[in-house]
């Protein structure tokens, strides 16, 4: 196990602010209070969380116990430096990334295959391939201009964001594996010109 950097009361207060204030919960410190109260800290005042996220008061053991039972963490990472969890999230999600570009890249090279398997079956490799474009234009438009994903602003709010420019990329890539179709049949085409009568 890798060592986790404790550090002090500050810590823990930007801790909290930082689970309470998560996207899939963003509680208020209040609500925060009345969980913590179901967790084993009914005597808590209510204004308990706001008064310990700036630094006015400390937090009891049993405190901190209810803390980690509500967020559903361990107290060691409660008092984990906030930094070095945000570099470990950051490795984390370079990661996925990563893999997601790979996965990408695996979609990309499963299209071009196909797109080459089904030129082969089309008897004519020109209007085969310009059948394909022809048809795969169409995919893009089922859906169109329908959010594609909720960001929270600074307000809190919601803006949600139509998935048009993720569309345009799709479209580019689609039209460079397209691209790299015509110049695969244009080197078999010429493969097959050079070739003896005898040999084809």
């Known amino acids: ?33 009345k969980l913590m109260a179901e967790a084993g800290c009914p005597d808590l005042p209510s204004n308990a969380i706001a ?9 009891s053991v049993n405190e901190l116990v209810a803390l980690a039972k509500v967020f559903d963490v361990s107290v060691t990472n409660l008092l984990t430096s906030v930094e070095w969890l945000r570099q470990k999230r950051a490795e ?7 893999e997601a570009h790979e996965g990408v ?11 080459l398997e089904l030129v082969k079956l089309g008897g004519s490799d020109t209007d085969a391939l310009n059948y394909i474009v022809a048809h795969g234009s169409g995919w893009y438009e089922s859906g169109k201009g329908k959010p594609l994903i909720a960001v929270q602003q600074e307000d809190g709010t919601d803006a949600d964001v139509t998935d048009e420019t993720l569309r345009t990329g799709l479209m580019d890539l689609d039209f460079a594996i397209f691209a790299q179709a015509r110049e695969i049949i244009a080197a078999g085409e010429e493969y097959e010109e050079g070739r003896p009568d005898g040999e084809r």
Do not use: F, H
Request: glycine share 4%; proline share 3%.
């Open 92 to 98: 984390r999600l370079l990661e996925e990334l990563r």
């Open 51 to 59: 008064r310990i996220e700036r630094g006015e008061r400390g937090i």
């Open 105 to 115: 890249r695996a979609c990309a090279t499963k299209k071009l295959e196909l797109i």
């Open 1 to 33: 196990m890798s060592y986790q950097p404790v550090e002090g009361e500050a810590n823990l207060a930007a801790r909290i602010r930082e689970e309470r204030q998560r996207p899939d919960r963003r509680w208020s410190a209040r609500e925060l209070v």
